[in-house]
């Protein structure tokens, strides 16, 4: 796999970043440096968790308390485009940081959400994975976080795109004939051997 | 890690399922057995792929074509309730499904999401990852796709349980300071360094 996009050699140096602090090594944030999100740069401070590939920080509109970022260091639109091992580095920093969340907030629940790809609703071209604790009560409808996840872009100056077409109405969408799953399910299986040959 | 549920040594035994056809070495889905998914039975011939570990089918209710669900064979409602080994293989299943539909239905991106836990609209407690495939377009309002992925559950007779509490309305969500964002980060970060020590 090709690597378009290397990972910057220096990030901060002709950063916006507000935060010029000094190296403190008493200062547990001081072996994190600022990191590109997209076109934004994420401030150390604002970086709580950095691995070999991957890193997790804070947003600036948190949805629910508790709602974080995951992104791989590599600025790199889709998941597809990362290698396997920046993948599974970046979901298993998702797991321990989701462990990490349940603990603080005594979460009952999360959404793990990527969208992944602009038609997907992503607002920046680098690929990051939302975790969202939940707890039972804290939206009224539940799907209400879905619209404010939509809704959310790093900052609030950003518009989001629209996308057009029909949904279709929950009451016209009925179950499917077994014939018809199983078919559908033949066709996947043709195509992910052959992939895999 | 404990593990409360193992999985079922014999899961079509007393299944209703519709498929009970002998084994045919020349069909290749007949390394295939039905399968749990919570309390239901999915039947061999909706299943695609099937790793150690994980196992990825087709859906009765799709939202969009090509909306499938990867799931761990174990019945546990919570990721945080699968072995690393089974966490990472579900995910690594994850990968070369998304790349065969991207070939497949020629999609430019993709939803990938898990409503990790009944506070977060799992409608099935055994761990699911919803994988749909999106093209420009294809919904009027982009977050419609939540809105459906909210509604979905594998059978239309099964009705979602609403939680109560208000979503701030978007305009109320202003930007947060660095400094509050510093101190989360902070928190977060001391809160990780202890519980991987």
Redesign the interface.
Same mark, same amino acid.
């Given at each position: 796999m090709t690597n378009p996009h290397p990972p910057p050699s220096s990030s901060s140096s002709s950063s916006t970043s507000?935060?010029l602090s000094s190296v403190d090594s008493s200062n547990?944030?001081d072996h994190l440096e600022d990191m590109r999100f997209g076109r934004f740069v994420i401030?150390k /401070?604002?970086?709580?968790?950095r691995t070999a590939l991957s890193a997790?920080? !804070?947003?600036?509109?948190?949805?629910v308390p508790g709602h974080?970022l995951i992104m791989p260091q590599r600025i790199v639109p889709?998941?597809?485009d990362l290698t %396997?091992e920046e993948?599974?580095d970046m979901?298993?920093l998702v797991?321990?940081?989701?462990?990490?969340? @349940?603990?603080?907030y005594n979460?009952? /629940?999360?959404?793990?959400?990527?969208?992944?790809?602009?038609?997907?609703? @992503?607002s920046v071209p680098h690929v990051h994975v939302h975790i969202?604790p939940? %707890?039972?009560?804290?939206? @009224?409808?539940?799907?209400?976080?879905?619209? /404010?996840?939509?809704?959310w872009a790093p900052?609030?100056d950003m518009v989001?795109?629209?996308?057009?077409?029909?949904?279709?109405d929950?009451k016209d969408? !009925?179950?499917?004939t077994?014939d018809m799953?199983?078919e559908?399910?033949?066709?996947?299986?043709?195509?992910?051997?052959q992939? %895999?040959r």
């Open positions: 507000f935060l547990p944030s401030p /401070a604002s970086i709580f968790s997790a920080f !804070v947003n600036l509109r948190p949805i974080v889709l998941m597809a %396997t993948y599974t979901w298993l797991r321990q940081v989701q462990g990490m969340l @349940q603990r603080h979460a009952t /629940a999360f959404n793990v959400a990527v969208q992944d790809g602009r038609a997907a609703g @992503q969202l939940r %707890t039972k009560g804290d939206f @009224q409808r539940n799907d209400d976080i879905y619209e /404010a996840l939509e809704e900052r609030i989001k795109e629209r996308t057009s077409i029909d949904v279709p929950d969408r !009925v179950d499917r077994l799953m199983a559908e399910a033949a066709t996947y299986r043709r195509l992910l051997e992939s %895999t």
